[in-house]
């Protein structure tokens, strides 16, 4: 049995090997990713060493773990999307055993044909050689074996540890165990209560410097990279346009979500950014309300729908609040017009040089005064109907890293909203208005580009829309209860 098992593990490598890789050609280049190691490596201090780990794989329940997705920081730098993967990018050139010179070096989970024929190709270390331009590529069961004295270097910097990743005990070179066998070569000081494994020899382990280095380098977008949010953005945009035109009173939240995500997938999007956001009525005040549960949405309510594919790594933010029965009411209006006043006057002010923070300001004196002014709040009253800044960086993660002042390159969301709840101190004609408008920027040399416009987003642009006749109006499915699987008496 295990001499078949084996030849068959051989077939099938063979096999594996032999196929023609179907990828999509418009990933980000090697090319790409060796630039941000080389410009990481400009940026770092004199005679320093960093690190950086893959994501862990998640269990979802029993045999079944979460569908992976790389660490971002791990991506930008190698292009690789396995786990159990460590990155070294050092600061000089180091020598090897053998005289090699080098600068860099990824370890990897190996080949494996019967994992692989579970769970998917792997590139190995001769794949990631091949694919992704690594000179010294390394199966992760070496890095127990690699022997570099870490007290040397005046700084090691990584991202401390959340000590939150699994041991598989059929794997002796995981990330678990390579975030072991780290610690012990960094003599990585475990905190009080634990174990202190060995004191550190020298105080050069630095867990907080590798933030800024890292917003500064992705906070601005390269050309290759800027391509990307835009398809993500407009893929996203259409899903707003697609269910502006299908939406119908008596739909339920999650089947509007499945609108979204259906675009999304008909472009070719691998993921979302985060979980879809879809509350009619007072769900809408629940600013990350990812339930989706209501079966029928009412013809009297707004409906906010924050959603974001997420394309080869980059995600948008966007999201629209429309009226489920195709036209606001007079209040509805009233509130959305204010939403959209400020959201149009934070874009006034974004260019490079403005700080992120002043687009939130910005909005709050908007929204107050128009909320005193439509009689729902007090001159001066605090209150809690706009609990959220508006802007933040997008990329590789929704809430992108970058610095806290506009820069040419970024990527940026402006977002006020106004959340009225059921039971608010205020006439009860608000209660349940929720609305958040939420669009996607390019910071540009003097101002800005508006990646989302083509979600429509003014009242009169939302309404036509909504006006338009659309492809799911002839999708319909037969009802459940009448299929024949339901149990007959
Ligand atoms: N969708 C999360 C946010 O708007 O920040
Ligand atoms: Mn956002
Ligand atoms: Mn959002």
Not at 356 to 368: P, Q
């Amino acid at each position: 049995m295990k001499l078949y098992l084996s030849l068959l593990a051989i077939l099938f490598s063979f096999s594996l090997q032999a196929q023609e890789i179907d990828l999509p050609g418009d990933f980000l280049s090697k090319d790409f990713h060796k630039d941000r190691r080389e410009k990481l490596r400009a940026s770092l201090p004199v005679n320093s060493v960093v690190v950086f780990f893959a994501n862990p794989v998640r269990n979802r329940a029993r045999d079944v773990d979460y569908i992976y997705h790389q660490d971002p920081d791990f991506y930008y730098l190698t292009g690789y999307k396995e786990p159990d993967a460590l990155l070294l990018i050092f600061k000089d050139k180091q020598i090897a055993a053998n005289g090699t010179a080098y600068n860099e070096i990824l370890f990897v989970q190996p080949r494996n044909a019967m994992r692989e024929m579970w769970t998917g190709r792997r590139l190995g270390e001769q794949g990631t050689k091949d694919v992704l331009g690594f000179e010294q590529a390394f199966n992760n069961t070496e890095f127990k074996r690699y022997n570099v004295d870490f007290t040397k270097f005046d700084k090691v910097l990584f991202f401390d540890f959340f000590n939150d990743v699994r041991n598989d005990p059929r794997d002796s070179s995981d990330l678990y165990d390579m975030i072991v066998q780290f610690k012990t070569k960094v003599r990585y000081p475990e905190k009080s209560g634990t174990s202190l494994a060995v004191e550190p020899a020298k105080n050069n382990l630095d867990m907080k410097g590798l933030n800024d280095l890292m917003a500064n380098l992705r906070g601005i977008k390269t050309k290759d990279e800027i391509e990307l949010v835009r398809k993500a953005v407009s893929i996203s945009c259409m899903g707003q346009v697609e269910v502006m035109k299908a939406i119908k009173p008596g739909m339920s939240e999650r089947e509007i979500q499945g609108i979204h995500e259906f675009v999304y997938k008909k472009y070719q999007a691998e993921d979302l950014g985060y979980p879809s956001i879809v509350g009619a009525g007072h769900n809408g005040c629940i600013l990350h309300y990812i339930d989706n549960y209501k079966p029928s949405v009412s013809s009297k309510e707004l409906i906010l729908m924050d959603l974001g594919a997420e394309f080869h790594g980059y995600t948008a933010d966007i999201t629209r609040t429309i009226p489920v029965n195709g036209k606001f009411s007079p209040e509805q209006k009233a509130i959305y017009e204010l939403v959209l006043q400020a959201q149009e006057a934070a874009m006034k002010i974004t260019k490079p040089g403005t700080p992120l923070r002043l687009n939130t300001d910005t909005c709050r004196a908007i929204i107050n005064r128009g909320l005193v002014q439509l009689g729902i709040i007090k001159p001066g009253e605090k209150h809690l109907y706009f609990p959220h800044g508006v802007s933040h960086h997008i990329g590789l993660d929704v809430h992108d890293r970058g610095g806290s002042i506009m820069e040419e390159g970024n990527t940026i969301t402006i977002e006020p909203g106004i959340y009225i709840p059921d039971n608010a101190a205020c006439d009860k004609k608000w209660w349940g208005i929720a609305v958040r408008i939420e669009d996607d920027y390019l910071i540009t040399k003097d101002g800005y580009e508006h990646l989302s416009k083509s979600a429509p987003r003014t009242v009169k642009e939302i309404e036509d829309m909504m006006k338009q006749p659309s492809a799911f109006d002839d999708f319909v499915l037969p009802d459940l209860d009448k299929m024949n699987t339901k149990k007959q008496n």
